[in-house]
């Protein structure tokens, strides 16, 4: 069992940077794969970017590719999202997961997780 509770998120002027945090309870917060993942009013849920275990391989989408970045540091049970560059269209709800799945090189889905947050609201004014 995992619980991941994100914060970090709020309003941020296009260009601006915020970082998002996800903190999981429970000692087992290094077997899962970490991925974050944003829902825009209206929208389904999309993938942002995911961490493996150890920290040593992230994927990012296309769209967020050279302007965010994950990390994770395993001792603080904690991922974060580094979001430089915003852009309105990033406005979203922000959520991270956890999957107990091995790695893939593919956009991480929805039902590939096992554990959710309840999200954070990242909001970009133009």
């Known amino acids: 069992q995992v619980q991941l509770v994100e914060s970090g998120g709020g309003l941020v002027q296009a260009g601006g940077s915020l970082r998002l945090s996800c903190a999981a309870s429970?000692?087992?917060?290094?077997?899962?794969?970490m991925v974050w993942f944003r829902q825009a009013p209206g929208k389904e849920r999309e993938f942002v970017a995911a961490i493996s275990r150890g920290g040593t391989s992230t994927l990012y989408s296309d769209s967020v590719k050279g302007r965010f970045t994950t990390s994770r540091d395993n001792a603080k049970n904690t991922v974060y999202l580094q979001m430089n560059s915003l852009k309105p269209e990033d406005t979203a709800n922000y959520y991270c997961?956890?999957?107990?799945?091995?790695?893939?090189?593919?956009?991480?889905?929805?039902?590939?997780?096992?554990?959710w947050g309840k999200g954070t609201l990242v909001t970009v004014s133009s």
């Open positions: 997961a956890a999957s107990g799945l091995s790695w893939v090189t593919r956009n991480w889905l929805p039902r590939d997780m096992g554990y």
């Open positions: 429970g000692r087992t917060f290094s077997s899962y794969i």
